[in-house]
């Protein structure tokens, strides 16, 4: 089947909504009621009816482990009848923030700026799932659903910054329509505790301040442990896979993913229009280091009811094959443990590749090594997952990184961050011999267990050209399969679709050609062609009455987070920066007679990465002549418009450096008045 039959999102940019006056309120308005969350019984089990009054305390999972309570309160519904019955028209007053602000810190404090009043009518009886990112990039995944008047949301990732962002921290979805609708918002969930799927939470969760958050434990801990960096204060309600909760007419069961960290969890999402598959990220490993296998069971039952749109991995949707066990990744490891008996053993990785710090730990203890942590995050991470179980060590086996001077380099290993090259990562302050307690030196190995980032790959290699200058020997690939992906390839990819037989299929998680390679895999395995949905941040699916279609965009561009900022620089800011790094500045000082409009003395310029001015005196002095007769040009045609004249400056001055240099620096002139 030709690839044209796809249904690619290419709708126009839905314009700004347009904003009313405030409703008055009516005497007859419809009186809030909250509504407890509910946890429904298994499958297996009979549950509550959909339309009757859920029981308001959460049901044991079917392995008899318990939960927590489910009772977190849920957002009060604005409709005090049944909203399903659709009577007619009605105007409720939703608060509304505007994303771009500005806060005092990071997730502190933050005073969202009231907008104008909206004016809402009887919610469209049609399920509607947006994506507000992931779609497009890999990483800042997020997701809503919406039906009538609620709505659910999955995952609030970060996305890494690339080279053409210079001096931005982060990217996180745009939550604008969230924050538009926020009345209709009942829970957040989060699938696991990766950053490409949690770090935008510090940003967003303050301006949602009365949605319950459901998550596993580790990811819990991960969160609530970021939030303390931020001085938030801030709980997630804990749950388990095998637990079902109902919030407005979404009920969602919980169940249990393999990746690359514990405690990953799909989502089924019973809808009025069907069920929901969602599965985050995954992969098929049947011996993962740590946590369980993935819940075949859950996926056939997920089958045998049938599925109306499943939403997919697509990270490693253009690479053939199936993605190899952490089992075989420790062998490969192991063999360099024997092979290096006398050095050190450094190992860099993901902070939060749980797998490998227990990997890690369990060769220190086979080949008698203590085991030494390095870095914040890593630091912070084995805390954690020590705490609570998800990583075990022997007694005495972790030592402090500081005390690690007289130690026999045979009997240490490290564990350190920095395998994608940040600057002042472990790694990095290792390899460039800035790093207190770690000098590299002949004898020791350093093993990068961990896939290349795209944008990370010129960081990644100047670590490793300076670890070698070092004297280390550096293991990164090649021959041994020290690192696997946590993200299934095609036969996987192939293998979940044909298990759940869906309708619809919406790949998600990864750059616009992965979503491609995706949709052609259900194609294959029997997905009609006019069923798969290829989409992007801020397109929006709505299924009604069984038919899906594509509705109206969104607003979902980036938010960048720079220092305090929040969304305060766009893409003028950055193109302004880029035009800096690439071409540097020419910025010109004239000083003039705020009577007569004539320069007083002679232009003085500043040049920063576009010429060192002592060794282009010659530039610099036909540049400054150039300047007193462009000045006296148009400071005679407008006498005393200084905005026209710095404007014409600006473009004239920049053509003659162009042909002197081949070169646009941006100019700046700045004028003062005396």
Known sequence: MALTAYHAAKQPEQPKPERSARPTPSPASPVARPQAPVARTPASQPGPRRGAQPNPRPVS????????????????????????????????????????????????????????????????????VIPLGGLGEVGMNMTCFEYGNDMILVDAGGLFPSERMPGIDLVIPDITYVLENSH????????????????????????????????????????????????????????????????????????????????????????????VAYTTDWKFDHTPITGAPSDYAKLIQMSEEGVLLHMNDSTNAEIPGYTISERVVEMDIEQIFQDHPDGRVIMSMFSSSINRIQMAINLAAKYGRKIAV?????????????????????????????????????????????SQGEEYSALVRMASGEHRQVKIKKGDTVIISASRIPGNEGAIDETIDNLFRQGADVVYGGELDIHTSG?????????????????????LHGAYRMLK??????????????????GENGSVLEIEQGKASWGKKVPADYVMIDGLGIGDVGQIVLRDRQAMAEEGIFMVILTVDRRKGTLISSPDII?????????????????????????????????????YVKRELRDDLSKFLYEYTQRQPMVIPVVIEV
């Open 61 to 128: 999972d079917r392995s008899n482990r318990g939960g927590p309570a489910a009772g977190s309160r849920d957002r009060a519904r604005r409709d005090g009848d049944d909203h399903r019955r659709g009577s007619g028209p009605r105007r409720i007053r939703p608060p509304k923030t505007r994303m771009e602000q500005k806060p005092e810190t990071p997730g502190i404090s933050l005073k969202p700026a009231t907008l104008a009043p909206r004016e809402y009518h009887a919610p469209l009886k049609k399920l509607r």
């Open 184 to 275: 209709k918002l009942r829970a957040m969930f989060l699938t696991h505790g990766h950053e490409d799927h949690i770090a935008g939470l510090p940003y967003i969760l303050p301006r949602l301040p009365e949605v319950p958050v459901y998550a596993l434990p580790l990811t819990k801990a991960l969160v609530e442990a970021k939030f303390k960096e931020f001085n938030i204060q801030r709980s997630l309600t804990l749950v388990r896979t095998g637990q079902t909760y109902t919030h407005g007419v979404f009920t969602v069961d919980l169940f249990n993913l393999t990746h690359t960290i514990a405690d990953t969890m799909g989502l089924a999402i019973h809808t009025p229009e069907g069920l």
């Open 374 to 418: 390095s870095g914040r995050s890593m630091d912070r991470n084995v805390g954690i997952c020590l705490e609570l179980g998800y990583v075990k060590a022997p007694k005495d086996i972790l030592v402090d990184i500081k005390s690690i001077g007289n130690m026999p380099d045979r009997k240490l290993a490290i564990i350190a961050t920095g």
């Open 487 to 507: 993200h299934a390839k095609q036969e996987e990819l192939k293998m979940m679709i044909a298990m759940l037989k869906p309708k619809y299929l919406m790949p």
């Open 517 to 534: 390679a995706h949709a052609k895999l259900g194609l294959e395995v029997g997905v009609e062609g006019k069923n798969i949905y290829v």
């Open 607 to 643: 040049s920063r990465g576009f010429v060192y001015m002592r060794d282009a005196r010659d530039l610099i002095s036909k540049a400054r002549y150039e300047v007193k007769k462009l000045f006296d040009r148009h400071s005679q045609s407008k006498p005393m418009d200084w905005e």
